[in-house]
Antibody, heavy 115, light 112 residues
Framework: EVQLVESGGGLIQPGGSLRLSCAASGFNVINTYMSWVRQSPGRGLEWVSVISDDDTINYADSVKGRFTISRDNSKNTLYLQMNSLRADDTAVYYC?????????WGQGTTVTVSS | DVVMTQTPLSLPVTLGQPASISCRASQSLVHRSGNTHLSWLQQRPGQPPRLLIYRISNRFSGVPDRFSGSGAETDFTLRISRVEAEDVGVYYCLQATHFPWTFGQGTRVEFK
């Protein structure tokens, strides 16, 4: 079964750092487009970042320079390193396989940035 | 950035009746490859989004055939031929042709 399971969310103070993890099963993260999408409370969806099958990386302007996407083939896991966190980064973060649109979604992990 | 504008933002529906949602892009979504990376997603209450349609009109695995997508260039439509109870939720269009990828604002589908 194809599945994505996120972890690493939590409550963090402004300016702090968190690393989100996304464990994949049923397919290899190294051979495909993988993305992070977030959803702020009561709001719509916002694309955050993508890493392609050839390791090309793109970020939303709102996170560029602060967030880093990466993956570990040996662990079949996608990561999102988030630094210099701000209150407006508060959201549910979804790990997504991005083949032909966004075809597989995790359940999400909640990040709350607050003092 | 490509702005994706959905209409309507709220759609009251009747069980068994058809429904449609429009999505307009601020520029053409035709990729240099010739593909148009326009998708539709459904988010039921309390759940993550789910892919319904990809590349304008391709129904994803397991999606009921009452869902269909159409359009080209900048104008796209999601249709539900006969609304069922489980179709309540928020529907989003997504363009993945141009970076940054962008979503529509979402259309809330609820029963009258």
């Amino acid at each position: 079964e194809v599945q994505l399971v996120e972890s690493g969310g939590g409550l963090i103070q402004p300016g702090g750092s968190l690393r989100l993890s996304c464990a994949a099963s049923g397919f290899n993260v190294i051979n495909t487009y993988m993305s992070w999408v977030r959803q702020s409370p009561g709001r719509g969806l916002e694309w955050v970042s993508v890493i392609s099958d050839d390791d090309t990386i793109n970020y939303a302007d709102s996170v560029k320079g602060r967030f880093t996407i990466s993956r570990d083939n040996s662990k079949n896991t996608l990561y999102l390193q988030m630094n210099s966190l701000r209150a407006d980064d508060t959201a549910v973060y979804y790990c997504v396989r991005a083949i032909n649109g966004m075809d597989v979604w995790g359940q999400g992990t909640t990040v709350t940035v607050s003092s | 950035d490509v702005v994706m504008t959905q209409t309507p933002l709220s759609l009251p529906v009747t069980l068994g009746q058809p429904a449609s949602i429009s999505c307009r892009a601020s520029q053409s979504l035709v990729h240099r490859s010739g593909n148009t990376h326009l998708s539709w997603l459904q988010q039921r209450p309390g759940q993550p989004p789910r892919l319904l349609i990809y590349r304008i009109s391709n129904r994803f695995s397991g999606v009921p055939d009452r869902f269909s997508g159409s359009g080209a260039e900048t104008d796209f439509t999601l249709r539900i031929s006969r609304v069922e109870a489980e179709d309540v939720g928020v529907y989003y269009c997504l363009q993945a042709t141009h970076f940054p990828w962008t979503f529509g604002q979402g259309t809330r589908v609820e029963f009258k």
